[in-house]
T-cell receptor, first 115, second 111 residues
């Protein structure tokens, strides 16, 4: 398998549920990212991990909890979400976490609907 | 002023046409610039990086104008398969890991 994969591709959850999104990269990269893409809005960076260490948290509510157990896997744990959290959640990876022309490769995303 | 601003479109053009998009950015010290392409309900993919000297890749040409703080993307001989949303992406000063995305410009190429 190549590139960046995400599971599940679609998720519907209630506001009291707990669920997790999974991302896996097969590119040997050292940095991984979570983004949120809402309709008619630009991609918003949520979290950045470099070598399994969180290096950026973009003022994300605590109901979103990331986990990076190793450089190939990234999780986003979700609990007590709100309907406005419904969006496409994209995972990305890059060879390193800095550098001017450091391309980020995106996974296909998880389309999340919160009821 | 938005950090990265794009005309959302849609731009509807006939096959074979030449179309150009502009994108403006607010931070004059921004380090690097990209165009990503996003097909409907798919993930963004890097189309091309935009260097100070400009660059060309087949039918696609990207230019950077630092004085006026904009980047452009020119598509020649448009194909139906070029229909997508084109995202302007800017890396702020410091060359760190944060990319700032525009909302995208939608292109529809028609027969």
């Amino acid at each position: 398998e190549t590139g960046v994969t995400q599971t599940p591709r679609h998720l519907v959850m209630g506001m009291t549920n707990k669920k997790s999104l999974k991302c896996e990269q097969h590119l040997g990269h050292n940095a991984m990212y979570w983004y949120k893409q809402s309709a008619k809005k630009p991609l918003e960076l949520m979290f950045v991990y470099s070598l399994e260490e969180r290096v950026e948290n973009n003022s994300v509510p605590s109901r979103f909890s990331p986990e990076c157990p190793n450089s190939s896997h990234l999780f986003l744990h979700l609990h007590t979400l709100q309907p406005e959290d419904s969006a496409l959640y994209l995972c990305a990876s890059s060879q390193r976490a800095s550098g001017n022309y450091n391309e980020q490769f995106f996974g296909p995303g998880t389309r999340l609907t919160v009821l | 002023r938005k950090e990265v601003e794009q005309d959302p479109g849609p731009f509807n053009v006939p096959e074979g046409a030449t179309v150009a998009f502009n994108c403006t950015y607010s931070n004059s010290a921004s380090q690097s610039f990209f165009w990503y392409r996003q097909d409907c309900r798919k993930e963004p993919k890097l189309l091309m990086s935009v260097y100070s000297s400009g660059n060309e890749d087949g039918r696609f040409t990207a230019q950077l104008n630092r004085a006026s703080q904009y980047i452009s993307l020119l598509i020649r001989d448009s194909k139906l398969s070029d229909s997508a949303t084109y995202l302007c992406v800017v890396r702020p000063p410091g060359g760190g890991n944060k990319l700032t995305f525009g909302t995208g410009t939608q292109l529809k190429v028609e027969l």
